[in-house]
């Protein structure tokens, strides 16, 4: 049974920092393309970051410079570390696991920021 299991999200101040952690099971963690989601209300859940089975990345415009996305195999976890996060941040963020037709979704962790 294939499972993402997003943690790390929370209440933290502009200009905070904050790492969601996912952890995968139930597929070959180490080959899929994973990816970080976020969706505010009323919007399209937005693409933030992506790193591939061989660990190159990539970021929104809107994060680059703030956020890092990695991955630890041996866990099966990817992380999205988040610094410096400004009001426009707040979001359910979601882990994806891609794979050619294959495509995985966790359940989503909520980032707040407080002014």
């Known amino acids: 049974q294939v499972q993402l299991v997003e943690s790390g999200g929370g209440l933290v101040q502009s200009g905070g920092s904050l790492r969601l952690s996912c952890a995968a099971s139930?597929?070959?963690?180490?080959?899929?393309?994973m990816n970080w989601y976020r969706q505010v209300p009323g919007k399209e859940r937005e693409l933030v970051a992506t790193i591939t089975s061989g660990g190159s990345t990539n970021y929104a415009d809107s994060v680059k410079g703030r956020f890092t996305i990695s991955r630890d195999n041996a866990k099966n976890t990817v992380y999205l570390q988040m610094n410096s996060l400004k009001p426009e941040d707040p979001a359910v963020y979601y882990c994806n696991a891609r794979l050619n037709m294959l495509n995985y979704w966790g359940k989503g962790t909520l980032v707040t920021v407080s002014s």
């Open positions: 139930g597929f070959t963690f180490s080959i899929y393309v």
